[in-house]
């Protein structure tokens, strides 16, 4: 059973502050690594993707893949209110089905 | 660039009924895909389509069915609504074929309630 985890939060933070945001998976045969942010109501969104080790940066949003240790992680930088919603680590598996699997997502609350 | 459209937006059905869920994409990607979301469940796959022409099943088809009408339509079918089908539904489609291309692009969501 391919599993992707995260932790459900939610997680707080004070305007300007760095948020981390944390995804564990199980299958080493993972692929991409993909970040989206859902606002409550609305459909999810992508922030980014990564399939190297290490560490991608896109303005204020870095990925960060370990694939030794099987995780991944979002870092906001500055954050703030408007960064407040569920995010989304989604996994692809290799393999014939090149399967997407997701995780239940975390929530962030940015406090002004 | 509407990227994703799907139709209806909400939609309130009586058991039993049946109703197709409409969707297209103007993006002239090869994959779509049927989600349905429910809290602590997260995203769950109904049904996708590779490339035009060929379905599969997903983690939760049963009660589905759906319909790779051209490269850019895929509607998903409830045959005789239940109220375990009470969700919110997301179309999606992807380019595929590289890393980049699986990205999923995500239409608004259809809010389904079944009584």
């Known amino acids: 059973q391919k599993e992707v985890e995260q932790n459900s939060g939610p997680l707080s933070v004070p305007e300007g502050a760095i948020a981390s945001l944390n995804c564990t998976y199980s299958d080493q045969g993972s692929q991409s690594f993909f970040w989206y942010r859902q606002y409550s109501g609305k459909s999810p969104e992508l922030i980014m993707f990564?399939?190297s080790n290490g560490d991608k940066e896109d303005g204020r949003f870095t990925a960060q893949l370990n694939k030794a240790s099987q995780y991944v992680s979002l870092l906001i930088r500055d954050s703030q209110p408007s960064d407040s919603a569920t995010y989304l680590c989604?996994?692809?598996?290799?393999?014939?089905?090149?399967?997407?699997?997701w995780g239940l997502g975390t929530s962030l609350a940015v406090n002004p | 660039n509407a990227g994703v459209t799907q139709t209806p937006k909400f939609q309130v059905l009586k058991t039993g009924q049946s109703m197709t869920l409409q969707c297209a994409q103007d993006?002239?990607?090869?994959?779509m895909y049927w989600y349905r979301q429910d809290p602590g469940m997260g995203l769950r796959l109904i049904y996708y389509?590779?490339?035009?022409?060929?379905?599969d099943k997903g983690e939760v088809p049963n009660g589905y069915n759906v319909s790779r009408l051209n490269k850019r339509e895929f509607s998903l079918r409830l045959e005789s609504a239940a109220p375990s089908q009470t969700s919110v539904y997301f179309c999606?489609?992807?380019?595929?074929?590289?890393?980049?291309?699986?990205?999923?692009?995500f239409g608004e969501g259809s809010w389904l309630t079944v009584v």
């Open positions: 989604a996994v692809l598996y290799a393999g014939n089905n090149r399967k997407l699997i």
């Open positions: 990564i399939y």
């Open positions: 993006m002239n990607h090869n994959s």
């Open positions: 999606a489609s992807s380019e595929a074929h590289s890393p980049s291309g699986n990205t999923i692009y």
């Open positions: 389509s590779a490339s035009e022409g060929t379905t």
